[in-house]
């Protein structure tokens, strides 16, 4: 969704792009959405990269939120009714885009869970 529009966004089994007008990107350190979670949140914490997932249910997800915690990953999670659908996803991201971007500039570990109209941590104990 926005991996078309900035080449600072990548999805699982993303190849990339090389364009003209210097838009390029390289491909996503993880090949295939297949790879357990555990696996890519530290894998792509370890690329520094920021995680926008739309696991709703991460609060209750242990073995996901230690990965996090053990990897010192830095997650957004879209959560509630509001991430159902590519387009309320994509309302919910643009919502908290400008508060996604501050916690870009943060040290990890943390979760955040995102709504329309709300960001609020989760609990990494």
Request: proline share 6%; hydrophobic share 40%.
């Amino acid at each position: 969704m926005l991996g078309g529009l900035r080449n600072d966004v990548t999805y699982p089994g993303d190849p990339g792009i090389d364009r003209l007008h210097g838009r390029t990107r390289p491909a996503c350190p993880i090949a295939s959405p297949a790879v357990k979670d555990p696996d890519w949140i530290t894998q792509v914490a370890g690329h520094g990269l920021l995680i926008i997932t739309r696991d709703s249910r991460i609060q209750h997800r242990r073995a996901e939120i230690a990965a996090v915690r053990d990897s010192r990953a830095r997650m957004v999670a879209l959560t509630g009714k509001e991430a159902i659908g590519t387009w309320a996803q994509l309302e919910v991201v643009m919502c908290q885009w400008r508060s996604i971007e501050r916690l870009a500039q943060q040290a990890g570990p943390f979760i955040y869970a995102a709504t329309r109209t709300n960001l609020r941590p989760v609990d990494l104990r």
